[in-house]
């Protein structure tokens, strides 16, 4: 079994979101860069079903060479090989063509890729590449196995989880809970310097970006306090002035 | 040219979010001079009031596989009927349903794509809309192409409008080109009365709860309320509480009128999936707790005070 994880690179989740440059540009600067950890879940689970079912796991992440180290992480935590298509991407279907792109050169059963990415959360890659290779994808999945080229798994829908079986090949993309996250060991680490990681030319498509400019949000005006005698004059603000409920 | 709107239903009946949909999108095709029309499957109650919030034609489409919500066949009607109508313009709600239906949608029509909008484009040279970065902790202002579009709105970002109009309704027949390989196997309902990404008020609670044992007056006030339940993740890592109920960076974004955080102490991460809730209220016995500076009111208490209190006071409001 060939699975592909598509892997995107975000700052860490504690960083402080500042732009610079008019408001432009993300400051970079000093900002500690990580497997976003969405795909982390996607790579930990296509490393188990390797363990258990003798897959192949192919990583592939487009961006820039500054990501090398990065994508040896996820060699470090048990992918086999990984590819990364040498530009630096401005939008999700610039993305996504390009992995599907990728894709047709090789025959995957599964494509794996995160719900989003959290830094500019357009969740949508890992569907748009199931599109453009008409294959089915699940969306936001916690649970998820192989079974006799079958994909079983679970994902959220609107009030509940849905459980589904999708005839392989097969695409899906991964929601907390789906897994542990893997912790790459020494000999993972060692074995990763090794292992090959193809940088190719994107090949196709365009790469715009529609941003024009960023904001923070608005700071809070003070927080109004109620002492704890006067919760009933907290529910009548919030009831009659506010009409909340 | 129009601008299609799909609405989306939840057990045949029609959900909030797709009347901001229509009203988002109603809104827009008066600014584009288009029509607007709202396409979904036949089998949904009460079509007609897809008119009240601004559908100028309504078509729907009959057929036995629509019956269970797949994406790729929901797509498939969507892009078939933008096609037939030309519309330029998809709007799609962004709910779970709607963030798996409108890539393939782009993808299908070859059309650009913007998620995550929280507001209406302002007109400068072009349209401008906002969409939410970083988990919340910043937006970013982005140009919309000026056709061949697919746009998702965020739920609870757009005033429900009524409209007088009385959208004439047409009747299709829908037949999939492709074999579906999906089956569905097994639907959960979640057990909360109120679905969490659905509601309009959310009472959550963390960590100073101190056990699961104390959810009991959580979900009595949140009875009152009609509100759906929350935690921080600490709780749902405890097994306090599902995971379904896990709000923040790493679990479900929410965006209610009225959040009221128990006993949480405010983390970045937490309040990145929780922090553009229109009104938030914080209870914490830590006056420096970080949550009092995202907060628009609070008390600095026990919640085992605190909590029986607003349980008393909502009752005594409510006889
Ligand atoms: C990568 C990453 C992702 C994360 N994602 C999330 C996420 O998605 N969601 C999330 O919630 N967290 C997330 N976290 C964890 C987050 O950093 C915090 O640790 C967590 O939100 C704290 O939960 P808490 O506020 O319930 O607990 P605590 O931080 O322990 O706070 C408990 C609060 O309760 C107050 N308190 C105590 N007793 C009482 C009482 N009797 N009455 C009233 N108040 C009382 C205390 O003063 C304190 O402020 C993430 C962390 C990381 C590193
Ligand atoms: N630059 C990228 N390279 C590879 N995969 C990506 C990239 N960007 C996004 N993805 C994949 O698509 C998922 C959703 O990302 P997004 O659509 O950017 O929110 C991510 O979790 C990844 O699996």
């Not at chain 1, 935590?77 to 390009?98: C, L, N, S, T, W």
């Not at chain 1, 790459?184 to 196709?204: E, F």
């Not at chain 2, 008066?30 to 009240?52: G, K, R, Y």
Request: glycine share 6%; with cysteine.
């Amino acid at each position: 079994m060939e699975i592909l994880v598509c892997m995107s690179v975000v700052p860490d989740t504690t960083t402080k979101i500042t732009f610079s440059d008019n408001n432009k540009t993300f400051n970079k600067t000093g900002v500690q860069y990580i497997i976003n950890p969405y795909c982390e879940l996607a790579l930990s689970k296509a490393i188990e079903l390797s363990e258990k079912h003798n897959a192949n796991v192919t990583v592939i992440h487009v961006g820039g060479n500054q990501n090398d180290p990065i994508i040896r992480k996820a060699l470090a935590m048990g992918a086999h090989q990984a590819i990364r298509v040498d530009a630096e991407p401005k939008d999700g279907q610039f993305v996504a063509r390009e992995i599907a792109e990728y894709a047709k050169t090789k025959s995957f059963d599964l494509i794996l890729s995160g719900r989003e990415s959290i830094d500019f959360n357009s969740g949508m890659v890992g569907n748009l590449v199931a599109a453009y290779l008409d294959l089915e994808h699940a969306n936001v999945v916690t649970e998820l196995d192989v079974d006799d080229n079958n994909l079983i798994c679970i994902r959220d829908i609107d009030g509940g989880r849905e459980k589904l079986a999708i005839k392989m090949p097969a695409s899906a993309s991964a929601q907390k809970d789906l897994i542990e996250p893997k912790i790459p060991n020494m000999r993972g680490i060692m074995q990763a310097r090794t292992k090959p990681l193809h940088v190719i030319a994107p090949s196709v498509a365009e790469n715009v970006g529609n941003i024009q400019n960023y904001e923070l949000p608005k700071g809070k005006q003070e927080v109004k306090l109620f002492d704890t005698d006067e919760v009933a004059n907290l529910i009548d603000v919030l009831k009659n002035d506010k009409k909340l409920f | 040219m129009s601008i299609l709107v799909f609405a989306e239903s939840q057990n045949n009946k029609f959900k909030k979010s797709t009347f901001e949909a229509i009203s988002y999108a109603k809104d827009l095709a008066t600014l584009l001079d288009l029509e607007c029309i709202v396409t979904c499957p036949a089998e949904t109650e009460n079509l007609e009031i897809l008119s009240q919030y601004g559908a100028d034609k309504i078509i729907t489409h009959q057929s036995d596989e629509l019956r269970i919500f797949t994406p790729t066949r929901y797509a498939e009607m969507i892009y078939k009927t933008a096609a037939a109508h030309t519309c330029k313009h998809v709007i799609i709600s962004q709910t779970y349903a709607g963030k798996a239906i409108a890539p393939i949608v782009a993808a299908k029509l070859n059309y650009a794509i913007v998620t995550g909008i929280i507001d209406f484009p302002t007109q400068e040279e072009e349209l401008v809309v906002t969409k939410t970065v970083f988990s919340n902790k910043a937006y970013a202002k982005v140009h919309l192409p000026k056709e061949n579009l697919v746009m998702t709105i965020v739920p609870n970002s757009y005033e429900l409008k009524q409209q007088k109009g009385q959208g004439s309704i047409v009747n299709h027949t829908f037949t999939s080109s492709s074999h579906v390989l999906t089956k569905s196997i097994e639907i959960m309902k979640s057990k909360g009365k109120v679905p969490l990404t659905e509601a309009e008020i959310v009472v959550s609670a963390g960590r100073g709860l101190k056990g699961a044992e104390n959810w009991s007056m959580i979900e009595e006030l949140a009875d009152l309320l009609g509100a759906a339940t929350a935690c921080s993740k600490p709780v749902s890592d405890m097994e306090w509480r599902p995971h379904s109920e896990h709000v923040g960076q790493t679990g479900i974004t929410i965006k209610p009128d009225l959040y009221i955080a128990i006993g949480i102490s405010g983390a970045i991460q937490h309040l990145a999936g929780v922090g553009s809730s229109k009104n938030i209220v914080v209870i914490n016995t830590d006056k420096e707790a970080p949550f009092f500076k995202a907060a628009d009111y609070g008390i600095v208490g026990d919640a085992f005070e605190v909590v029986p209190k607003m349980i008393e006071a909502l009752k005594n409001s409510q006889s």
